[in-house]
């Protein structure tokens, strides 16, 4: 199965799904995810992918390719610049994804606005 997973987290942050998209992988399922730039939970963008770096990657039999975020920061209003931005950002990435998935799964803690890339 060819699928597609919307998550605004991915490696190297810590969340359940960088365990079961390897998982998905390693079972023959072609796995591509659709993640924005690492920055929780310090609210800064990670060494390493600042700058255009590390925007397309394969990690662990997946497909990773991430889309451009304001990073949270520390205040209610960076939050929500953050979730804004993953949701545009990610509406943009998809529009030039190839689209031959045989699923799609958005996988999201909050806000729902999450999952429109997922849409796209």
């Known amino acids: 199965m060819n699928l597609q997973v ?3 987290h991915y490696y190297p942050e810590q969340y359940p799904l960088t ?3 390897p998982e998905l992988a390693s ?3 072609r796995v591509h995810v659709l993640t924005g730039l690492p920055n929780y939970p310090e609210g800064r963008i990670y060494p390493g992918y600042r700058g255009f770096k590390n925007r397309k990657q394969h990690i662990d039999g997946v497909d990773v390719v991430r ?3 304001i990073p949270r920061g520390k205040s209610k209003a960076g939050l929500f610049f953050n979730y804004a931005s993953f949701a545009f950002f990610g509406v943009l990435k ?3 994804i190839k689209k ?3 699923a799609v799964l958005v996988i999201q803690s909050s806000p729902v606005s999450m999952a429109i890339p997922g849409w796209s």
Request: aromatic share 12%.
């Open 6 to 8: 919307v998550c605004q």
């Open 19 to 21: 365990r079961i998209c």
């Open 27 to 29: 079972r023959g399922h």
């Open 67 to 69: 889309c451009a975020l």
């Open 94 to 96: 998809a529009l030039f």
């Open 100 to 102: 031959d998935f045989d």
